[in-house]
């Protein structure tokens, strides 16, 4: 490009050139930018920050504070001035930090605190960080040990400490496996007693053999719980006895039973090893714990399993419908203006509004269909519904309509790129056509297939709008599979990974706390939908360039 | 070869195979027909079933005669009122000289009957309450009897309802109201506190107040009586109400004049505001509209009119808000529904209206009796219509009346709701008590809706199109093969994460970085000129570092710079131009309203979540303009972007044409970025710093809350069936233009 005046460049026309550049720039940054931010503060969310430390002098009151720095941001000092801090302004600006104090029982968890209040941070070696089930973390130093009441001698209390923890963790899974499971299952089982009985009695089939069955059934459940909760008295007997105590900020000492206690750590004493240790150990429990504290804390396993399983079983639905339709238009259907027609309304669904779908769901599958078959099949359960309700069932078949259109759309692409050579060739050797179709054309496009249902099961995973309506909730007390006859229980609620972002970022109490644990399953949502997409993106190219080898 | 490969069979066994995948064959095409033709069903089936669901919104009202009878019982004396109970089984009729009679509705038949006011001589009775039932009559000593009829209902054995009648007192077997004056025209209100008795005479007005007062001891409840009297300018008063919360009284005379005088304060009232209310003609009946906030006047011309308190700037002022047609004829009763604003509206001819006030419609109109219809009274569900004709025949009727409240006008035109100050459109669907007029304008929300688009498109309009034309056009191909599916892959993002971003993260941000946002707009492409224009300027060996086509990529740095400036500036900026404090200024010197979570950041959000989709489409567009066209231009002598815009945009734009619609279509139809990043409040303003609340947004908050079968639910789907329409005729023109380009390539 030879140099040329400013008034021959406009007149080129490339100053539009590069405005146009500019936008595909723009776009790129604002994906990757996006996709980085979500990274950044999703993975930061497992990484232990230091706890700080220093004095705080507000209206003539000095207070000590520990915590974490959770964010800074620079204001204007005039700004502070009117939102009533004493400050001389001189036009510049202050940093203004916002201080995770938690010990949530005294006060709020998050603070802003401003620089020029602050005395210098330090970072205390044993500062300790006392995760808990109950009232979220607190911070202080760990002063001592008591058991029943009466202090425990030691010397090196971070060592002490670390059996009585384990042996607390242990109690406390003994405690959850009986009442998570056992008790839960008994409970369950005699809710379907009493329904097998209303069923008998409703249907005039109670006989005086039966009745006496379902007692006896009955009285051994009852024994069993009686039982069950005998040993469960006696293990909370035992949770409470030890304790430990935590010095705070203010100088406080708290006791802090050892059954509330996640774990406890001290980030300051761990180096670079140990960090990427603590990373990994929170990485994993979110991955694979229930979540706490109305789902701002703990992990979030239950959600990655209904979204799992509800995709699972939208994929057993789509795929064989979504495939012999599209079969039926390319392969059976004569080839006019009403396929035409039928496939420009396929492709057009596409781009429904998936709310749309949600309230057809609602609607039909829900209200009519299972409302029918609650009349029908669960007469016993009345009033409360059994399909009649929103439902994991009901969600995935819902997702399964919203997803045909994205399994028709890539199987017919596949289809369409099978050679026209080959399938006369199969037909020439007096195959019938449908084993041309089985033999033939299926086997070659079942990567097409393939694709389109990655592509479904990428959206499927996505989508929030329609689920809320039809079967999603913030907090299932059980998973749809679990080991209750019949095992998969397709009337039950479910969690999503979708509807936890949009709830836990919206609809929680505390959302400041919850803000970093959003971004880690946004993060994750956005992980497995990237990866799911460039997956079906290379399946597409692969099988593009073999049937161009085919082809020619 | 000798042997064939395969073994000999025999011609019967090879036949019966042949049969057999024949067979195989036939199946299969007729399993994949039906299973073919079945999901094409299904897709048709959403359509179908939003629309069944919808429709019974518009589908009016049926009457149907259950029974009538003569009955000489129920026609002794005349009838002051029948009260109805909720299942519409059992009826109390009120004579005017203070008979009660419990009777079946279906048969007439007289379960109990008694004198209510035994021992006084009855001049006078009033229905006080028409949705409560409260009856009154007044004696020739001065007293007044308040009673209410209840129903009772208990459970038998088999679970079948009972209900049993009984009459209750309340306040006791009299109240006294002007001792040895006769009463005449008077009216009572019953309240949470307090009673109020309001009697005439002659011209002066008795205001009885009973205070209530729960006793500490056993809850038992105290009465305690004060009455003040007042002098009227006008004489011949024909009738008196008092409004809820017993603040407000009305006084109609014999000409049509109505007075409203403020009794909060019984011992100072001030004078009246005197409205004339006949339109010149003398009324013959006023009734309050369930809630008791509306008047519905009868003129003696047969018009009906609805008035309600208006606060203007002058204070308030009894209006008239709307005509109401009920068809021809002599009106001869007028019976409001208790849970909505509907009335039943009774002719000399027999024929029987169905009237809702909000939707101004007449749902039905319907001949029911060959004579004149002297009084009737509908159930508290509205399900049932009972009337009593003029030669004692009476009627008992089913009505099927589910949705009166929709009307096209209601549903999508200015409309003056209860206590607002004008015809406004509103959307406000549900509220805890039954004397709520649902507001259910859809327009707000289509408002919202298109605002929320037209902002998203304003961004990704721009972006996505330059963006298509660079990548298609001008950019190297090695690059386009990365830039592209980075680009398509932002449309699998899942908007929840968008909305979550945009809510959480991007609108506190905007917030506080308000003028980096509005400086970029106007910096960022002059810097980008300002660079392009010193990069030609350079010496062609440093440019030849950069080969052509990879420029886009140049400017990453730059854009990330000059916003990374514009951000710390940002402050600066404030304090410079707007007093330190952009939000407050735009408030207080502009007088803008400013929310967090406003268009703004939908526009931005949302704006992102379309681009990928526009830019697909019209980048397709674009490249697949048949290279001989360009190179056509080129050989001519034009510059690159001279082809562009001359030679590829116009072969192109239809294609482009076709993404931007289906990138609106996706933008009209998003609901969890509308559902975070904005405020959800119905409003109808255009300002770019304030919310709005979609249609899809809408649905996926009432949804879940909304009754099944409701007027709200069905309204809900008549969103749904507008979004789906609305969308799928928007894709399908995108769709046809787009398959016509194709061909129009094929030719080329």
């Known amino acids: 490009m030879s140099q040329l005046s400013l008034k021959g460049w406009l007149r080129s026309g490339s100053p539009w050139i590069w405005l146009n550049a500019a936008a595909v720039a723009m776009s790129l940054i604002a994906v990757i930018g996006l996709l980085g931010i979500i990274a950044v503060y999703g993975l930061g969310y497992f990484w232990p920050g230091q706890v700080a430390s220093f004095e705080y002098k507000e209206n003539g009151h000095t207070t000590q504070v520990i915590g974490e720095i959770h964010e800074r941001e620079e204001v204007a000092i005039s700004r502070l001035i009117e939102a009533g801090y004493a400050l001389t302004d001189d036009g510049g600006n202050a940093n203004r930090f916002l201080i995770r104090k938690g010990n949530r029982q005294q006060g709020a968890d998050f603070g802003w605190v401003i620089e020029p209040y602050m005395s210098a941070v330090t970072y205390p070696e044993n500062a300790a960080v006392v995760e808990r089930y109950e009232w979220g973390n607190a911070y202080g130093f760990i002063s001592g040990i008591k058991r029943e009441g009466k202090a425990v001698p030691s010397t090196d209390l971070q060592e002490d400490l670390k059996p009585l923890l384990e042996k607390a963790e242990h109690l406390k899974a003994k405690i959850d496996a009986i009442e998570k499971d056992s008790l839960h299952s008994i409970n369950y089982q005699l809710e379907r007693l009493r329904l097998q009985e209303r069923k008998w009695l409703l249907s005039k089939a109670l006989t005086a053999e039966r009745q006496e069955a379902l007692a006896s059934e009955r009285s051994d459940l009852n024994a069993q719980m009686s039982g069950f909760d005998q040993t469960l008295s006696e293990l909370r007997g035992r949770q409470g006895l030890d304790v430990l105590v935590l010095k705070l900020s203010s100088g406080q000492e708290i006791d802090v039973p050892l059954s509330v206690v996640v774990r406890v750590y001290y980030p300051n004493q761990l180096g670079v090893l140990g960090k990427f240790g603590f990373y990994f150990t929170k990485v994993w429990e979110f991955l694979s714990e229930d979540p706490r504290e109305a789902n701002t804390e703990g992990g979030i396993f239950p959600a990655i399993f209904g979204t799992v399983m509800m995709v699972i079983l939208m994929s057993i639905f789509v795929t064989p419908f979504g495939v012999i339709a599209a079969v039926y238009l390319r392969e059976y259907s004569k080839q006019g203006p009403l396929t035409r027609v039928i496939r420009i309304a396929v492709n057009n669904l596409a781009g429904v509004p998936s709310i749309v779908y949600g309230v057809f769901g609602l609607g039909f599958f829900v209200y009519f269909l299972g409302g029918s078959i609650d009349s029908l099949f669960f007469p016993e359960s009345y009033p409360s519904p059994v399909f009649g309700t929103p439902g994991i069932l009901w969600a995935s078949l819902t997702l399964a309509i919203l997803t045909v259109p994205v399994v028709i759309v890539a199987t017919e692409e596949g289809l369409s790129r099978v050679p026209i050579s080959v399938r006369e060739g199969s037909l020439a050797l007096g195959a019938t056509k449908a084993e041309t179709l089985w033999n033939v054309i299926l086997p070659m496009s079942s990567p097409a297939m393939m694709t389109g249902l990655i592509l479904a099961v990428a959206r499927a995973a996505g989508e929030v709008a329609p689920l809320m309506l039809v079967g999603v909730v913030k907090l299932a007390p059980t998973l749809p599979l679990d080991g209750d006859l019949p095992f998969l229980h397709l009337d039950r609620k479910f969690m999503h990974l979708g509807f936890h972002i949009y709830d836990v970022g919206f609809q929680s109490p505390n959302v400041e706390a919850a803000r970093p644990l959003v971004f880690a399953t946004a993060f994750l949502l956005v992980l497995v939908i990237v990866i799911l997409n460039l997956a079906s993106i290379t399946i597409r190219n692969n099988l593009r360039e073999k049937y161009r080898s085919i082809g020619s | ?748």
């Open chain 2, 1 to 748: 070869m000798d042997k064939p490969i395969l073994p000999q069979v025999s011609p019967a066994l090879a036949e019966k195979r042949r049969k057999r995948r024949l067979i195989r064959d036939k199946v299969v095409s007729w399993g994949v027909g039906t299973g073919g033709v079945s999901v094409i069903a299904v897709i048709c089936l959403i359509f179908f079933y939003l629309m069944y669901v919808a429709m019974p919104l518009f589908s009016g009202a049926s009457i149907e005669k259950v029974a009538s009878y003569q009955s000489d019982v129920l026609s002794q004396g005349k009838t002051a009122h029948i009260a109805i109970n909720e299942h519409g089984t059992l009826g109390a009729r009120f004579t005017q000289l203070g008979q009660l009679q419990f009777f079946q509705l279906q048969d007439g038949k007289v379960l109990q009957q008694e004198f209510v006011a035994e021992g006084h001589a009855l001049t006078s009775y009033s229905v006080s309450d028409a949705f409560k039932n409260t009856m009154a009559y007044g004696a020739d000593d001065g007293s007044v009897v308040i009673m209410q009829p209840k129903f009772k209902v208990t459970f038998g054995q088999n679970d079948e309802r009972i209900i049993t009648p009984e009459l209750v007192k309340p306040y006791g077997e009299s109240v006294m109201v002007h001792e040895g004056l006769p009463v005449s025209v008077f009216n009572t209100r019953d309240g949470e506190e307090q009673m109020t008795i309001a009697s005439v005479v002659h011209d002066q007005l008795y205001l009885t107040t009973l205070t209530k007062e729960v006793s500490f001891l056993d809850d038992s409840i105290e009465l305690e009586a004060s009455s003040e009297t007042i002098a009227l300018s006008h004489a011949d008063i024909r009738q008196v109400l008092i409004g809820p919360e017993q603040r407000l009284l009305y006084l109609l005379d014999g000409e049509g004049s109505l007075l409203v005088y403020d009794i909060s304060d019984p011992s100072d009232v001030p004078k009246p505001q005197v409205v004339l209310i006949g339109d010149g003609h003398q009324v013959e009946r006023l009734q309050f509209l369930t809630g008791s906030l509306s008047l519905i006047v009868t003129n003696e011309k047969n018009q009906l009119s609805q008035w309600f308190i208006v606060r203007g700037e002058e204070g308030e002022h009894l209006t008239k808000i709307r005509t109401l047609e009920a068809g021809g004829g002599d009106i001869t009763a007028v019976a409001p529904e208790a849970r909505r604003k509907a009335l039943v509206v009774a002719d000399a001819k027999g024929y029987v209206s169905l009237v809702h006030t909000t939707a101004e419609t007449v749902v039905l109109r319907e001949q029911i009796a060959d004579q004149s219809i002297q009084y009737l009274n509908i159930s508290p569900r509205a399900t049932v219509l009972f009337t009593q004709a003029e030669t004692g025949t009476f009627y008992l009727h089913h009505i099927d009346n589910e949705h009166p409240e929709v009307s096209w006008k209601a549903l999508w035109g200015k409309v003056w709701y209860e206590s607002y100050s004008e015809p406004e459109y509103v959307w406000q669907s549900s509220s805890a008590d039954n004397d709520f007029e649902p507001k259910l304008s859809l327009t707000p929300l289509s408002f919202g809706t298109l605002k929320a688009a037209f902002y998203a498109m304003l961004v990704a309009v721009p972006l996505a199109i330059f963006g298509a034309m660079y990548t298609a056009y001008f950019m190297a191909p090695k690059m386009r093969s990365v830039v592209k599916p980075t680009i398509e892959i932002m449309e699998a993002l899942p908007t929840v994460v968008l909305g979550f971003l945009a809510g959480l993260w991007l609108a506190p941000l905007i917030e506080q970085y308000m003028p980096a946002i509005f400086s970029l707009l106007i910096v960022l492409p002059l810097s980008v000129l300002v660079f392009g224009y010193f990069w030609q300027r350079l010496p062609d060996s440093m440019q030849d570092i950069v080969p052509e086509g990879w420029h886009g990529l140049l400017l990453v740095p730059v854009i990330l710079f000059v916003g990374y400036l514009a951000f710390a500036l940002s402050h600066s900026i404030e304090g410079l131009f707007f007093a330190g404090d952009m939000r407050a200024w735009l408030t207080n010197d502009m007088g803008i309203d400013f929310d967090q979570r406003n268009a703004l950041i939908i526009g931005i959000a949302m704006g992102f979540a379309v681009i990928p989709t526009i830019f697909s489409i019209a980048e397709d567009a674009i490249f697949s303009v048949p290279r001989h066209l360009t190179n056509g231009s080129l050989a001519l002598g034009a510059t690159t972007w001279h082809t562009m815009v001359n030679v590829v945009l116009p072969t192109a734009s239809p294609g482009i044409f076709s993404g931007v619609m289906m990138g609106f279509g996706r933008a009209v139809g998003e609901t969890m970025i509308v559902l975070m990043a904005t405020g959800n409040t119905p409003i109808m303003d255009f300002n770019i710093f304030e919310g709005m609340r979609t249609l899809a947004a809408n649905i996926a908050v009432e949804m879940p809350e909304a009754e099944v079968a409701s007027t709200h639910f069905r309204v809900l789907f008549l969103a749904a069936l507008v979004l789906f329409l609305f969308t799928f005729v928007l894709n399908t023109v995108a769709e046809v233009i787009r398959q016509r380009l194709r061909n129009k390539y094929g030719k080329m």
